[in-house]
């Protein structure tokens, strides 16, 4: 057993000389060469890829059928048919450019719905006022 110590011991200070041997080289490289970087930092160029463009959302326009605490029922569309859209309170409400509460819409307006992606929710209600009305608050 003692005469493996020594032998165990040689062999782990030359174990920890060996990785200082190899970072003292790669220091000494960039001091020679400050623009090269060593192997291991070095990353691979990539040529920008455009990204793709966001597809255009739909904007669905008919007249108001229905409306209920969370939900709009329109006729309209393509093809033309009823279409029902869940409304929260992140839904957008205007009536002739003016921010409306949702309350304010009535069953006959005009209104242009634009949708989530998923044709479910209504991210934004522009609606006319009928006519004779005034848009209220």
Request: charged share 10%; glycine share 4%.
């Amino acid at each position: 057993m003692r005469k493996f110590l020594p032998s165990l011991f040689c062999f782990l200070i030359l174990a920890s000389l060996v990785p200082s041997a190899a970072y003292s080289k790669e220091k000494q490289l960039r001091k020679t060469n400050p623009q090269q970087q060593p192997a291991s930092q070095a990353t691979p160029q990539s040529t920008p890829q455009a990204s793709p463009s966001p597809t255009p959302q739909k904007i669905i326009q008919g007249t108001i059928v229905s409306i209920g605490a969370d939900f709009i029922t329109l006729n309209g569309g393509q093809p033309p048919s009823a279409r029902t859209y869940k409304v929260t309170q992140n839904t957008q409400v205007s009536i002739n450019s003016r921010p409306v509460f949702f309350a304010s819409l009535k069953p006959g307006m005009t209104v242009a719905v634009t949708p989530t992606f998923d044709q479910t929710y209504a991210n934004m209600i522009a609606a006319s006022s009928l006519p004779g009305a005034p848009a209220s608050r």
